[in-house]
């Protein structure tokens, strides 16, 4: 469909002469190309050097199939000799996959040359990395197969590289989680979280507790075939599969099936809604540590995996407050608070595992120092909580940052890294800086207020400053504007992209952008060199410095897709093509950097898996849209949503917990329901404008002024095409503000343009009542905000784009 796909310069790998454009994600660690490419028949000389496996057979015949998806060429094995080989692959181990992702060896090395491709691995698991590679590369000239010529030694920066899929809020089925395995493969994950356990459902079938999926599933779980179909599948891929079993807390499900073993009575129904809820297992009941013993028993027969997640994360501790016999074991065992319990029930349930042979891995919450070092503490609290574990001697991998639930661009989940950075530290002003700190508080719609304080240094050359969030560590900000009472300053948080526009008069005001809707910042000022108070506030938390044997304990990261807003219809939207992003951040070096090339990159990879392996990103989106027609045509709909972006981090959920249920009962069935998380067009502008703009020649300019226009005057003449569809379905009239801004906005945009053709200027009294229609247009309504409206205002603050 014209109006969802964007215009794509296909750029073939094979015709490429520069290693560095070569469209491979991630990235691999050494790339060598030469001149030349490998042009290939339909029928391959197949050549193994090493043991042959019927594994080893199924990843050839994956790669065959695919060969065939992306170029609609047949190719055809047949045994050759070593000379007149066409693939050569040479495994040194028989070793597959084990238990255990200490145990793979994921390296490779591919050589392509002329009329001969190597492959050359330790494990079979490097034989599938490397076949992937190889099917990045392999494209058409001429109705012919050609690769290009190159060398490439390849190895994963992190030995841990997951993505997490929630199936307890929003049930998935086996097809949608084998396409997702398709595609993290091809992305070079090697593990699979699955989280089959939460307050809104249980999804795994059980033989000794059949209630569990009897009354707290809907309907909806996975058999144990499935179960061990899934894993499978998984596995021939080079993937792990990681269940989570979530206790003590998010246990709602449980409850329904078994209240006996919760710490309050009851009675308990089927949980909707969204959110942290009270049930939680009785610690001072032996009963549940024998329903723990026999329930793990039953995973660890489907999932080989050494690791198994317990969630241990946001424990409301009021049940175990209110239990008087909690409360008397409590005393009884020295146990001083809901901490010491959990810890406690922790320590049973690592015993319990540990008599399984498993390992135990769970949120931040279950770090203790009663606890084996041999645990994985999995931080959703951000580097701080990394850092926290490894200077207690854990092990640790990292989430914050990739939360794909919470709408974010690519560059900012590219630019997180799992090992912690340094420590910000400023110790004193400098001879000669002024300097101003003040605290400050932005309100939000759902949870505690965020606040903190921030100290701006200026020595009128150059502005340098800092912020402390409350129980964060100290980070720097770039500073982007400075006068004595007014300042712009922004840095990533894991809240996503924030950026301060704040007025330091007698108190403090303005707005805080965190990723594109605003908060209201209020404040006062608590010290500078004009004040009172003459020091540097303190830091919040004490730094911690990785030493050089800490850095093996940083394991990688996990991408975490929690489920309150995705389901069936919507996953690959929400997981593709950002994962890729995360995935090369986990697997490439540390200092591949270049956001440009990452999506340029993006756009590239998604077009070859769209075909290689069946993201279904578009289709999913075009779904959504004809749905929200209802039989009318979409080009209104689908015009309209170019110009969108839905409300980053989590500002849908907070709006839901105001003007909706906040539950299951909230359908996604909404415009916002069939954007993907970034909006292309801004993207694209915005890169030329902040980075581009200063070194385009005239005709650079000239193209950025007509592909301005275009897209202006499609929004501008859809206007009334849009109107006669939403004025038609009451269902679809809530649009009506939104489409009125773009079009002002779109009216903007033009007289902009030709003021720019003509060399004229808006009036003052025409520039502030423009930026009011930019600012109108920024403003969150129906979970959405209007992406184009970020150009306007680059247009509307710089002429450097016009003749």
Same mark, same amino acid.
């Given at each position: 469909?014209?109006?969802?796909?964007?215009?794509?310069?296909?750029?073939?790998?094979?015709?490429?002469?520069? $290693?560095?454009?070569?469209?491979?994600?991630?990235?691999?660690?050494?790339?060598?190309?030469?001149?030349?490419?490998?042009?290939?028949?339909?029928?391959?000389?197949?050549?193994?050097?090493?043991?042959?496996?019927?594994?080893?057979?199924?990843?050839?015949?994956?790669?065959?199939?695919?060969?065939?998806?992306?170029?609609?060429?047949?190719?055809?094995?047949?045994?050759?000799?070593?000379?007149?080989?066409?693939?050569?692959?040479?495994?040194?181990?028989?070793?597959?996959?084990?238990?255990?992702?200490?145990?793979?060896?994921?390296?490779?090395?591919?050589?392509?040359?002329?009329?001969?491709?190597?492959?050359?691995?330790?494990?079979?698991?490097?034989?599938?990395?490397?076949?992937?590679?190889?099917?990045?590369?392999?494209?058409?000239?001429?109705?012919?197969?050609?690769?290009?010529?190159?060398?490439?030694?390849?190895?994963?920066?992190?030995?841990?590289?997951?993505?997490?899929?929630?199936?307890?809020?929003?049930?998935?089925?086996?097809?949608?989680?084998?396409?997702?395995?398709?595609?993290?493969?091809?992305?070079?994950?090697?593990?699979?979280?699955?989280?089959?356990?939460?307050?809104?459902?249980?999804?795994?079938?059980?033989?000794?507790?059949?209630?569990?999926?009897?009354?707290?599933?809907?309907?909806?779980?996975?058999?144990?075939?499935?179960?061990?179909?899934?894993?499978?599948?998984?596995?021939?891929?080079?993937?792990?599969?990681?269940?989570?079993?979530?206790?003590?807390?998010?246990?709602?499900?449980?409850?329904?099936?078994?209240?006996?073993?919760?710490?309050?009575?009851?009675?308990?129904?089927?949980?909707?809604?969204?959110?942290?809820?009270?049930?939680?297992?009785?610690? $001072?009941?032996?009963?549940?540590?024998?329903?723990?013993?026999?329930?793990?028993?039953?995973?660890?027969?489907?999932?080989?995996?050494?690791?198994?997640?317990?969630?241990?994360?946001?424990?409301?501790?009021?049940?175990?407050?209110?239990?008087?016999?909690?409360?008397?074991?409590?005393?009884?065992?020295?146990?001083?608070?809901?901490?010491?319990?959990?810890?406690?029930?922790?320590?049973?349930?690592?015993?319990?595992?540990?008599?399984?042979?498993?390992?135990?891995?769970?949120?931040?919450?279950?770090?203790?120092?009663?606890?084996?070092?041999?645990?994985?503490?999995?931080?959703?609290?951000?580097?701080?909580?990394?850092?926290?574990?490894?200077?207690?001697?854990?092990?640790?991998?990292?989430?914050?940052?990739?939360?794909?639930?919470?709408?974010?661009?690519?560059?900012?989940?590219?630019?997180?890294?799992?090992?912690?950075?340094?420590?910000?530290?400023?110790?004193?002003?400098?001879?000669?800086?002024?300097?101003?700190?003040?605290?400050?508080?932005?309100?939000?719609?759902?949870?505690?207020?965020?606040?903190?304080?921030?100290?701006?240094?200026?020595?009128?050359?150059?502005?340098?400053?800092?912020?402390?969030?409350?129980?964060?560590?100290?980070?720097?900000?770039?500073?982007?504007?400075?006068?004595?009472?007014?300042?712009?300053?922004?840095?990533?948080?894991?809240?996503?992209?924030?950026?301060?526009?704040?007025?330091?008069?007698?108190?403090?005001?303005?707005?805080?952008?965190?990723?594109?809707?605003?908060?209201?910042?209020?404040g006062k000022q608590i010290a500078g060199s004009n004040h009172a108070q003459t020091g540097l506030?303190?830091?919040?938390?004490?730094?911690?410095?990785?030493? $050089?044997?800490?850095?093996?304990?940083?394991?990688?990261?996990?991408?975490?897709?929690?489920?309150?807003?995705?389901?069936?219809?919507?996953?690959?939207?929400?997981?593709?093509?950002?994962?890729?992003?995360?995935?090369?951040?986990?697997?490439?070096?540390?200092?591949?950097?270049?956001?440009?090339?990452?999506?340029?990159?993006?756009?590239?990879?998604?077009?070859?898996?769209?075909?290689?392996?069946?993201?279904?990103?578009?289709?999913?989106?075009?779904?959504?849209?004809?749905?929200?027609?209802?039989?009318?045509?979409?080009?209104?709909?689908?015009?309209?949503?170019?110009?969108?972006?839905?409300?980053?981090?989590?500002?849908?959920?907070?709006?839901?917990?105001?003007?909706?249920?906040?539950?299951?009962?909230?359908?996604?069935?909404?415009?916002?329901?069939?954007?993907?998380?970034?909006?292309?067009?801004?993207?694209?502008?915005?890169?030329?404008?902040?980075?581009?703009?200063?070194?385009?020649?005239?005709?650079?300019?000239?193209?950025?002024?007509?592909?301005?226009?275009?897209?202006?005057?499609?929004?501008?003449?859809?206007?009334?095409?849009?109107?006669?569809?939403?004025?038609?379905?009451?269902?679809?009239?809530?649009?009506?503000?939104?489409?009125?801004?773009l079009n002002v906005l779109s009216e903007l945009a033009m007289e902009l343009l030709r003021n720019?053709?003509?060399?004229?200027?808006?009036?003052?009294?025409?520039?502030?009542?423009?930026?009011?229609?930019?600012?109108?247009?920024?403003?969150?309504?129906?979970?959405?905000?209007?992406?184009?409206?970020?150009?306007?205002?680059?247009?509307?603050?710089?002429?450097?784009?016009?003749?």
């Amino acid at each position: 469909m014209k109006y969802l796909l964007p215009v794509l310069l296909l750029v073939l790998p094979f015709t490429l002469v520069n $290693a560095a454009d070569l469209p491979l994600l991630p990235y691999p660690h050494s790339v060598i190309q030469q001149s030349g490419q490998f042009l290939a028949g339909n029928q391959w000389n197949l050549v193994i050097k090493g043991k042959q496996t019927a594994e080893l057979k199924t990843a050839l015949e994956r790669f065959r199939q695919r060969v065939t998806l992306q170029t609609g060429k047949t190719i055809r094995f047949v045994k050759g000799r070593e000379k007149n080989a066409h693939l050569f692959i040479h495994i040194q181990s028989s070793e597959v996959i084990g238990n255990s992702l200490s145990s793979m060896d994921e390296s490779y090395r591919l050589q392509v040359r002329p009329g001969r491709i190597e492959l050359h691995a330790e494990q079979l698991v490097g034989v599938v990395r490397g076949l992937e590679t190889l099917l990045q590369l392999v494209g058409l000239q001429r109705d012919v197969l050609a690769l290009p010529l190159v060398d490439i030694q390849d190895k994963p920066r992190f030995i841990w590289r997951g993505l997490l899929l929630d199936s307890s809020r929003h049930f998935f089925s086996v097809a949608s989680i084998k396409r997702q395995l398709d595609i993290m493969a091809a992305a070079k994950f090697n593990l699979f979280h699955w989280h089959l356990t939460d307050d809104q459902g249980w999804r795994l079938e059980s033989k000794k507790f059949p209630r569990l999926q009897q009354f707290a599933s809907d309907g909806q779980y996975y058999t144990r075939e499935q179960v061990r179909d899934i894993v499978a599948y998984a596995r021939d891929r080079g993937i792990h599969v990681l269940p989570e079993i979530d206790i003590p807390g998010h246990a709602s499900a449980i409850a329904v099936a078994y209240p006996e073993l919760m710490s309050a009575p009851g009675p308990y129904a089927m949980e909707y809604r969204w959110g942290v809820h009270k049930p939680t297992l009785n610690p $001072a009941n032996e009963r549940v540590y024998e329903f723990v013993d026999q329930l793990i028993a039953e995973v660890v027969e489907l999932f080989p995996f050494d690791y198994v997640h317990i969630g241990g994360d946001e424990v409301d501790p009021q049940h175990w407050q209110e239990n008087a016999d909690i409360q008397a074991f409590m005393q009884a065992n020295g146990l001083v608070d809901h901490l010491a319990l959990q810890a406690y029930f922790n320590q049973r349930v690592q015993k319990i595992l540990s008599q399984h042979k498993r390992n135990m891995i769970g949120w931040d919450e279950i770090q203790h120092p009663d606890l084996p070092n041999n645990i994985v503490i999995h931080s959703w609290q951000g580097p701080d909580g990394v850092s926290n574990a490894i200077r207690h001697g854990f092990n640790a991998i990292l989430s914050t940052g990739y939360y794909l639930d919470q709408p974010q661009t690519a560059a900012y989940h590219y630019r997180q890294d799992p090992l912690p950075q340094p420590p910000f530290r400023i110790d004193a002003p400098a001879v000669g800086e002024s300097w101003q700190s003040w605290s400050f508080t932005l309100p939000r719609q759902r949870g505690r207020p965020v606040s903190g304080s921030f100290t701006l240094l200026d020595d009128g050359k150059q502005t340098r400053g800092f912020i402390d969030f409350a129980g964060k560590s100290r980070r720097e900000v770039k500073v982007h504007r400075y006068t004595k009472n007014r300042a712009q300053f922004s840095l990533d948080t894991w809240m996503g992209p924030v950026e301060f526009d704040v007025n330091m008069d007698q108190r403090l005001g303005g707005k805080a952008w965190v990723g594109n809707v605003a908060y209201p910042v209020s404040g006062k000022q608590i010290a500078g060199s004009n004040h009172a108070q003459t020091g540097l506030p303190e830091p919040q938390v004490a730094p911690y410095v990785l030493r $050089a044997e800490d850095y093996a304990r940083v394991l990688g990261g996990e991408v975490a897709l929690w489920s309150e807003l995705v389901d069936e219809g919507t996953l690959d939207l929400r997981l593709w093509p950002r994962a890729l992003a995360v995935a090369e951040r986990l697997w490439s070096a540390q200092d591949r950097r270049d956001e440009v090339d990452l999506y340029q990159r993006l756009e590239t990879t998604m077009t070859w898996a769209r075909m290689s392996v069946g993201v279904q990103d578009q289709q999913q989106r075009e779904i959504a849209l004809r749905r929200l027609a209802a039989g009318a045509g979409i080009e209104p709909l689908a015009i309209f949503s170019e110009a969108l972006e839905p409300a980053h981090y989590y500002h849908r959920q907070h709006q839901k917990s105001v003007s909706e249920t906040y539950s299951k009962a909230d359908h996604l069935n909404q415009l916002v329901d069939a954007l993907p998380a970034e909006n292309n067009f801004k993207q694209n502008q915005l890169a030329i404008f902040e980075n581009e703009l200063s070194v385009l020649d005239e005709n650079d300019k000239k193209y950025l002024r007509k592909s301005l226009k275009t897209a202006f005057e499609k929004w501008n003449k859809n206007y009334q095409p849009l109107l006669d569809l939403v004025q038609k379905r009451k269902d679809l009239q809530g649009l009506l503000p939104l489409a009125e801004r773009l079009n002002v906005l779109s009216e903007l945009a033009m007289e902009l343009l030709r003021n720019c053709e003509a060399s004229t200027t808006l009036s003052p009294a025409q520039i502030v009542k423009a930026q009011a229609a930019v600012d109108q247009a920024k403003t969150m309504d129906q979970e959405m905000v209007i992406g184009a409206a970020w150009v306007v205002e680059k247009m509307l603050q710089s002429d450097a784009y016009c003749p």
